[in-house]
Each structure stands twice: as structure tokens, then as C-alpha cells.
């Protein structure tokens, strides 16, 4: 089993940043990736930004150049920096950790951009 811990929401202005952390931690659990996806109200789960299984990093077309995503290996922790974020980027932010089993969901952090 896989715990998934993830933080750093909240309410920013347009033109505001937020960094978001997703710490993964589980015993005899070897975490293969992690990554970021959000889901806006009435829309899917979209991906956001995500380390493919070479190591490189994927963003989706909406975030590109905005935002940016890194990662400690060592402690299985993932990060997004959200830069100029706009109204449309408000949504519940989800992290994603992945073993050579099984995906597992973190429960999902809020950000709300807005004036």
C-alpha cells in the first residue's frame, strides 16, 4: 500500500504562484513515477505535469512554460510550481505515484485562482 500526502493548496490572485508538494511513502513499495493532475468542476481529470518512465518531464499544453515540476527520489516527493496562474487554472490538484503494479491517487489538494 501506498500513502500519498499532498500540500501546499490554497486562494491566490491571477498572476500568483503556488507550489505544491506530494510526498509518496509505503513499506516494500518501489515508487516507478509521479506526477500531477487537476480536475476542474464539469471536466475531466486532465494531466498537468508528470515524469514519463525515462525520467523526462511531461506538462500539458495548458501549463507549459507556467509551470514546473521537480522531484527528490530519495524521498519520493513531487513538486509543481505554479507561476501566473490564471482563473482557468482553479481546480483540485491531484498527485499520482506509480509502482510496476499499480497507480495510486492522492486525495487531492484545492487551488483557486481569483480576484
Known amino acids: 500500500q501506498v500513502r500519498i500526502v499532498e500540500s501546499g493548496g490554497g486562494l491566490v490572485q491571477p498572476g500568483g504562484s503556488l507550489r505544491l508538494s506530494c510526498a509518496a511513502s509505503?513499506?516494500?513499495?518501489?515508487?516507478?513515477?509521479m506526477g500531477w493532475y487537476r480536475q476542474a468542476p464539469g471536466k475531466e481529470r486532465e494531466l498537468v505535469a508528470t515524469?514519463?518512465?525515462?525520467?523526462?518531464?511531461v506538462y500539458g499544453d495548458s501549463v507549459k512554460g507556467r509551470f514546473t515540476i521537480s522531484r527528490d527520489n530519495a524521498k519520493n516527493t513531487v513538486y509543481l510550481e505554479m507561476n501566473s496562474l490564471k482563473p482557468e487554472d482553479t481546480a483540485v490538484y491531484y498527485c499520482?505515484?506509480?509502482?510496476?503494479?499499480?497507480?495510486?491517487w492522492g486525495q487531492g489538494t484545492q487551488v483557486t485562482v481569483s480576484s
Open positions: 509505503g513499506s516494500r513499495v518501489s515508487i516507478t513515477g
Open positions: 515524469f514519463s518512465s525515462g525520467g523526462n518531464s
Open positions: 499520482k505515484a506509480r509502482t510496476s503494479i499499480l497507480a495510486y
